[in-house]
């Protein structure tokens, strides 16, 4: 066989894109799969749509072998006019059926996909799967000898008919399920064991207490019993805001804690006397003093977010634990008060959408946007007149177009369980009456329904044998509601926050055995933010534009545990819309902000740590970019702000850039030694070294004298003295207060800003670089990086202004190649070549003056023999929509090869090879 192409499932690339490419394209197709699951069958159903509008026959054959084939993928199958659907009876030729091959057929060739990857979601995209990808002739050998033993096969297999499967589904019923060996103990996941060890550092460091932030059934319960277990912790308390969620408390930590007795402390009963006790916050805050302050040595307190509440002052102030771990799904502020700032900045883990994805974590889902009916022009309707969209929205010809979609894409599981999101309370209520009208049950929760409502209504729901399929409602379950085997959600209002897309979104993904992956239907209109879906789903991930153009194309191959489909017109309007929006305008900026308070449902200004659990979706640095801090942004987008009158202090302001111009801070001496100096007058060298010991593992005494000195404003220009004010003095080892930053932080309101950028900057950092020491210079591979940067991160010891040069600079041994990919209008005077030529190999050119047989050119082409380390930072582009671009540190990499002189040509080997993603960004072309 000639064209072979080896197909696997990565970051760039998987199986399900090759099948979809070819299945839109051929002539007719074969396909002679073992299994077929739903799972797999339904992301292919819009191409299979595609081919019988086309006239495109096809034949498949698949097998009842090991009873995997789905009954309902078959019935499904046998909806097309333009397959014929045959089963190989496994059972009955006493023989196994195990063939993965899939054949496409051409004007004048057969494409083939042969391999390991039977027709489900897993070995479309993330399974280890192996595939060979050839083009054949039609004349050629190998293909008849296909072909006749396809043939054979297909006439010794039977047609699937109602009775076939009706005996199918009958027998599959009978079947014990097939279980996977599995030792019988409970394993920690990723998530866990990360929060287990950073929760016994911050104990190692002083520090008593922590919150942990992830969404529901990610597991953080389990989290804090098995902290309790790795504390050992002799009596606890279990802080909840609802009875219902004692119980199952309680059952988390019977099913690992076997010898402690457990008890609860609520409105019917007091088990005060036992060692782990479950309490409701109602009946805590009442009953508080039947308890010693020092009772319990551990304290738990779910949905943590509400600490900052009434009910729990007499509690938290009563109390003293040895250490208090906080659980919520929401970093959202309540009473003024920041979640953060009450435990202390102390994460123990803060789990996103992406990432939870990544660990496999929740479930996995499969995401179709599809392009709504074109009775619906939002062109001349505001989103945010929600009466009008609503009116705009509550058409019978919609609702058909909804069911239609709904029925055509199925769901996982023996029943419909959805959520249908939608944009006010008449619009849910018009969905409910109109679905009910077409016989299917349904019902509209809002705000407005009593508790003991909604309760019955998610009960019918989550029942197999009530008829109830679908709860529509506005934002109620936005956060907070945990229907663990919702199965269907669909969005039925335009995308207008990518942090409610993503909270809707993950209602549906809590892991349940009832259903193998969540549906998601998505109806995309024509209205002009449609492109928020794909900044939702990319995330962190995009480095600019063409991040999120690249994923679209390639269908989020690089999105884990998830398929994101969006039909051809809707991909196209999102494509578009990205290119044309400028992300650095104010106008962009100002809708992100009001977008983020709506979502919040903030009726003050957010402060910086209101943004920090969404970071994925809103970047403030953004805003910062823009208008230099994040309270004169403030200034521009709120007609009233509260902050007007303090940024007429220019030395409020000066402090202001000097902090916020740092972030994000790519090293923690000088924010966790600001921290400090907010509450105390100065601090010593020999202090500082056990004080920073909270944020990192190793503390460099030479990082911290040049921190100090970094503060003391002993490496900046005369410019930047100018511009930002000095807030520390150095005399000898000691770093005392200025003044001036006296003077500001006499009033509370300034220091309340400044210590919340303080804040923000440092959980940012923890975020991003956890504890580790990083050495010297303090790099971390994959983080992004200015040249400026680089100054501080290896101590250079004059003014850092003076650290710039062409694309290259140094400081004693180390080299450090700033390399922009391509080349435009900021960067066309440029004479060099870079590129890729594979995932470790690039070119390099040097600086024009460098020749190769003396001085830093020698040292560059011999860096090993000179002790000279290489570290490459790479940018595809210098800027976009206007903005300088930052640099994406790649490691270190090694001369390989060289010719030529001034400059000279380098070929560069890198000791990290590119990740998929990184190098299809570097090397791929967008258009």
């Given amino acids: 066989m000639k064209n072979l192409k080896l197909i696997t499932n990565s970051q760039d690339s998987n199986f399900y894109n090759q099948f979809v490419s070819l299945l839109d394209s051929c002539k007719s197709f074969y396909f002679n799969v073992a299994f077929i699951n739903y799972s797999g069958l339904q992301l292919i159903l819009q191409n299979l749509k595609k081919c019988e509008q086309r006239g495109i026959k096809g034949k498949v054959l698949s097998s009842t072998y090991l009873n995997f084939t789905d009954e309902k993928a078959l019935e499904k199958i046998k909806e097309f006019e333009n397959i014929e659907l045959k089963i190989f009876d496994s059972a009955n030729n006493q023989i196994g059926f195990h063939p993965k091959a899939y054949i496409f057929e051409f004007e004048d060739e057969y494409k083939l996909l042969i391999g390991s990857s039977n027709l489900t979601a897993s070995a479309f995209k993330s399974n280890i799967e192996w595939n060979i990808k050839t083009v054949l002739k039609k004349e050629d050998v190998f293909i008849k000898e296909l072909f006749s033993d396809f043939n054979k096969l297909w006439d010794n297999s039977i047609y699937v008919d109602k009775e076939f499967l009706d005996e199918y589904k009958s027998f599959k019923l009978k079947q014990e399920p097939i279980q996977s060996f599995t030792r019988k103990e409970f394993r920690l996941n990723l998530m866990q064991k990360e929060a287990l060890q950073r929760l016994d550092f911050l104990r190692n460091s002083g520090e008593n207490k922590a919150l942990a932030i992830a969404s529901t059934g990610i597991g953080k319960t389990f989290l804090s019993v098995f902290d309790i277990k790795q504390f050992d912790a002799k009596k606890v308390l279990f802080i909840v805001h609802r009875e219902d969620i004692l119980i199952s408390a309680r059952k988390s930590f019977e099913a690992v804690i076997k010898d402690k007795t ?10 005060t006397k036992c060692e782990f006790i479950f309490a409701t916050i109602q009946t805590l805050s009442k009953y508080y003093k039947k308890f010693e302050a020092q009772e319990f040595d551990y304290i738990v307190v779910d949905e943590a977010h509400h600490i900052a509440s009434k009910s729990y002052e007499c509690v938290k102030s009563y109390f003293k634990p040895r250490f208090l771990l906080g659980l919520t799904a929401t970093a959202n502020r309540t009473d003024e008060v920041s979640i953060f700032d009450f435990f202390d900045d102390n994460l123990a883990c803060e789990v996103t959408l992406n990432e939870a994805l990544e660990k496999s974590l929740v479930s996995s ?6 392009e709504d009916i074109k009775e619906l022009d939002y062109e ?13 929205l509550m058409i019978n010809k919609r609702v058909d177009f909804i069911i239609e979609k709904m029925n055509f894409y199925g769901f996982s599981g023996d029943k419909r369980r959805a959520l249908g999101f939608c944009a006010s309370k008449e619009h849910a209520n018009f969905m409910s009456e109109e679905f009910n009208k077409r016989g299917i049950k349904a019902t509209a929760l809002t705000s407005e329904d009593s508790i003991i409502k909604r309760e019955n209504s998610i009960k019918k729901l989550q029942s197999s044998t009530n008829e109830l399929e679908v709860i529509f409602t506005v934002d109620i379950f936005n956060e907070g509601v945990d229907i663990p085997n919702v199965n269907t959600v669909l969005m039925l209002r335009p995308t207008n926050s990518s942090i409610v897309f993503v909270q809707q979104l993950g209602r549906g993904l809590r892991k349940n055995s009832d259903k193998e992956f969540l549906t998601v ?24 534009k063409d991040s999120i153009k690249l994923s679209l194309n390639n269908n989020f191959s690089n999105f884990p545990n998830a398929h994101i489909i969006m039909d051809e017109i809707a991909k196209r309007r999102v494509l578009e819309q990205i290119e044309n929006e400028n992300f650095n305008s104010l106008k962009y900026l100002k809708e992100q902000y009001l977008e983020f ?40 987008v709120e007609k009233n702000s509260p902050y007007k009158k303090a940024c007429e202090d220019e030395n409020f302001v000066k402090a202001l850039r000097f902090i916020q111009g740092l972030m994000p801070i790519k090293r923690v001496y000088e924010f966790a030694i600001l921290k400090y100096l907010i509450s105390n007058k100065e601090t010593s060298i020999s202090f500082a070294l056990e ?36 807030l520390a003095t150095l005399k000898r080892d000691t770093l005392s207060r200025t003044k001036e930053f006296d003077e500001l932080l006499a009033s509370d309101f300034k ?4 210590l919340d950028s303080i804040n923000y900057a440092l959980i940012k950092y923890e975020k991003e670089f956890g504890v580790k020491n990083y050495g010297l210079p303090f790099l971390k591979l994959y983080e992004k990086y200015n040249m400026l940067n680089i100054a501080q991160l290896c101590n250079f010891d004059k003014i850092h202004s003076s650290f710039r040069g062409s694309g290259f600079l140094k400081f004693k041994d180390d080299f450090f190649l700033f390399i922009t990919i391509e080349k435009d209008k900021f960067t066309k005077g440029a004479k060099y070549e870079n590129a890729f030529l594979s995932k470790e190999l690039f070119t390099y050119s040097s600086k024009p003056s460098m020749s190769y047989d003396k001085g830093d050119g020698k040292r560059l082409i011999e860096n090993k023999k000179h002790a000279v380390k290489l570290h490459i930072f790479v940018r595809k582009f210098s800027h976009v929509d206007k903005k300088v671009q930052p640099f994406i540190y790649l490691g270190l990499a090694n001369t390989k090869s060289y010719k030529n002189e001034k400059p000279i040509d380098l070929e560069l080997k890198l000791e990290t090879p590119l990740t998929n993603n990184l190098y299809e960004e570097f090397t791929k072309v967008v258009e």
Avoid: W
């Avoid at 609860?264 to 088990?271: C, H, L, R, S, V």
């Avoid at 004080?691 to 004298?705: A, G, M, R």
């Avoid at 220091?751 to 400044?754: F, V, Y």
């Fill in 365 to 370: 889902f499969h995401y179709f946007g599809i």
């Fill in 380 to 392: 001349n309707i505001d989103l945010t007149n929600i009466k009008k969209l609503s009116k705009f």
């Fill in 751 to 754: 220091r309340d800003l400044l």
């Fill in 597 to 636: 308070k709506t979502s919040q449902n903030l009726k003050t200004i957010p402060r910086l740590s209101d943004y920090i659990h969404y970071d994925e979706y809103i970047d403030i640095l953004d805003f910062i970019s823009y208008s230099k801090s994040y309270e004169e942004f403030i200034c521009k």
């Fill in 521 to 544: 239907l998505d109806f995309i209109g024509n209205h002009n933010r449609a492109y928020l879906i794909a900044l939702s789903l990319v995330g962190k991930k995009r480095f600019d």
């Fill in 262 to 271: 457990m008890g609860f402390f609520t409105g019917n009963k007091k088990d």
């Fill in 691 to 726: 004080y920073l010991k909270k944020y990192l593992k190793e503390v460099s005494e030479e990082t911290l004298i040049h921190s100090f000195r970094f503060l003391d404003e002993q490496f900046f220009d005369s410019a930047q003295k100018q511009r930002f004010l000095k």
